[in-house]
């Protein structure tokens, strides 16, 4: 027997396994075998199957395992593009009042429907049980909605809910969210505070993402210090993405600054790092740096590493300088141009 055979067969082992349990009618064993059923049909791609048994473990009654299966029949339909099955599984669930998967299909329901009155009643739903998870989910999600409808104070306030929560993901990403939308409004104080809120909370991918963030509306208010300590907090995280993206703007502040051995030392650190996007763009802004200075062998090896890559913005940019710069062209104009729009 090979190795897919003996898969297949084990998967249908299982399968009798969980019918028997379904057809003793036991009132536990049945709904949980049912429910599994479904589980274990959807693994192996039979949709239709998985709608059977989840049905079965719905019609059940189970306290625990109906709402469960409605959630799981809920998704499925969904993926499926049966829209309004999915409703119709998913409110099962809410009417159920699960303390888990309620407030779970709530959220659900709510990025499901097109209707954007019912969707915010949906996560209205979420909010209102309490729990710890899908309650802050839900506010994040209703704020990006009462975004889309222009309701900024409705947004803030399903924000500031998720913030006050102190859930370890969604608070912080509320908070950035609320950031961008306070500095969308011109109220840059506000959007420091939730900034760094965001940071402070420590989250490995969002609190990087805040200080970058911070970072760039701290240079546009011509706060350079400040900026450069958003900067330097990012490359400190060493995150994979915002780590080279705060290196790169940071070395574009020092050179502005004139503090070009600062410059330098930031593009090296992105190329070094080999991030696909950032480290070409960083190679061409460390030839920028190096022409300004007449180091025009360092500017070449610099543009050479840009070319080098491939990248769709920083190489052709790279070619164009090094082309004026061996004809003898007045390169350094067209050079500076070229590094604002790689920005």
């Avoid at 859930?167 to 950031?179: C, F, I, Q, R, T």
Wanted: hydrophobic fraction near 45%.
């Amino acid at each position: 027997m090979t190795a897919s055979e003996h898969a297949r067969s084990g998967i249908a082992g299982a399968e009798r396994i969980l019918q028997l349990a379904i057809d003793s009618g036991h009132a536990d064993l049945a709904p949980k075998a049912a429910f599994n059923l479904g589980v274990l049909r959807e693994d192996r791609d039979d949709l239709a199957g998985a709608e059977l048994a989840y049905q079965l473990a719905i019609d059940s009654g189970h306290a625990d395992h109906a709402p469960k299966a409605a959630v799981n029949l809920g998704v499925l339909r969904e993926g499926r593009g049966d829209l309004a099955g999915a409703e119709l599984a998913l409110q099962l669930a809410i009417d159920s009042g699960h303390a888990d998967m309620a407030p779970m299909a709530a959220v659900n329901l709510g990025v499901l429907r097109e209707d954007l009155d019912g969707a915010e009643r949906a996560y209205q739903v979420a909010i209102d049980s309490g729990h710890a998870d899908q309650a802050p989910k839900a506010a994040v999600n209703l704020g990006v909605l009462r975004e889309e409808r222009r309701d900024w104070a409705g947004a803030e306030r399903a924000y500031r809910l998720a913030i006050d929560s102190g859930h370890a993901a969604m608070a912080p990403m509320a908070a950035v969210n609320l950031a961008v939308l306070c500095e969308e409004r011109g109220d840059f104080a506000a959007a420091e505070l939730a900034y760094e809120f965001a940071i402070e909370s420590g989250h490995t991918d969002l609190a990087p993402k805040a200080a970058v963030n911070l970072g760039v509306l701290r240079e546009q208010r011509g706060d350079l210090a400040g900026a450069q300590t958003a900067y330097q907090v990012v490359i400190d995280t060493g995150h994979a993405d915002q780590a080279p993206q705060a290196a790169v703007n940071l070395g574009v502040l020092c050179h502005g600054r004139q503090d070009f051995a600062g410059a330098e030392s930031a593009f090296q650190l992105v190329i070094d790092s080999g991030h696909a996007d950032m480290a070409p763009k960083a190679a061409f802004n460390l030839g920028v740096l190096r022409q300004d200075q007449g180091d025009l062998d360092g500017a070449e090896r610099a543009y050479q590493l840009a070319i080098d890559s491939g990248h769709p913005l920083a190489a052709p940019c790279a070619r164009e300088v090094m082309m004026q710069l061996r004809g003898g062209d007045d390169a350094a104009g067209a050079a500076d141009a070229l590094c604002a729009s790689t920005l």
